[in-house]
């Protein structure tokens, strides 16, 4: 069983510039959520998808977009990048509610610096 | 709007001690409760899940209890090694959703 996997690992972008981070899900598991966690703080969530479709966002501005596959990997895009985006990109995949105590699992996170 | 707060932001212990971190969180309507553990720079690393039915869970040297009622649980790790060092944050699902609210977590360290 592989567990979740992120890519890149790190990345440097200029500010207003466009970036896609990946995520794979772990075996089985149909949804995927997004956080991100600045600097000493707890992760934020962005938003969720179940089976291909967004099943809720968190307070996060429309620049933060994200896409599920029929294979349920994830990308999470932020267009128009502020300083304020560098942070670790986490992904989380799990069994829907109700099945097998919808434990959340984590990948290693992207790194994302904007100057 | 669900809070979490973990208390003490930072511990230090010498080796061997037995310690407990706590977490209180303000919607006592959820389904469980998440702790997990973070490296500096990496992912989380799911430790225990408690369901609301559920009074506590144990796994080796960790033991977490939860407490609906009152809002909290602890996270006991018993006899600590340099190893445990670490932060650690507990998470609960906002509302009836799979949205997960963490606490700001509490960083450990444990001296050799």
């Known amino acids: 069983e592989t567990g979740v996997t992120q890519s890149p690992t790190h990345l440097i972008k200029t500010r207003g510039q466009q970036v896609t981070l990946r995520c794979s899900s772990q075996?089985?598991?149909?949804?995927v959520s997004w956080y991100q966690q600045a600097l000493g703080q707890g992760p934020q969530f962005i938003f969720q998808y179940y089976r291909e479709e967004e099943n809720g966002r968190g307070n996060f501005p429309p620049r933060f977009s994200g896409l599920q596959f029929p294979n349920y990997s994830s990308e999470l895009n932020v267009n128009a990048l502020e300083l304020d985006d560098s942070a670790l990109y986490l992904c989380a995949s799990s069994l829907p509610r109700g099945r097998a105590r919808n434990e959340q699992y984590f990948g290693p996170g992207t790194r994302l610096t904007v100057t | 709007k669900q809070e979490v707060t973990q208390i003490p932001a930072a511990l230090s212990v010498p080796e061997g001690e037995n310690l407990v971190l706590n977490c209180s969180f303000t919607?006592?309507?959820?389904?469980?409760l998440q702790w997990f553990r973070q490296d500096p720079g990496k992912g989380l690393t799911s430790l225990l899940l408690?369901?609301?039915?559920?009074r506590e869970q144990t796994s080796g040297r960790l033991n977490a209890s939860l407490d609906k009622s009152s809002g909290r649980s602890t996270l006991y790790i018993a006899a600590s090694q340099p190893g445990d060092s670490a932060t650690y944050l507990c998470?609960?699902?906002?509302?009836?959703?799979?949205?997960?609210?963490f606490g700001k977590g509490t960083k450990l360290t444990v001296n050799p």
């Open positions: 919607d006592s309507a959820i389904y469980n």
């Open positions: 998470a609960v699902p906002q509302g009836g959703s799979e949205k997960l609210v």
């Open positions: 075996s089985g598991h149909n949804t």
């Open positions: 408690i369901q609301s039915s559920q």
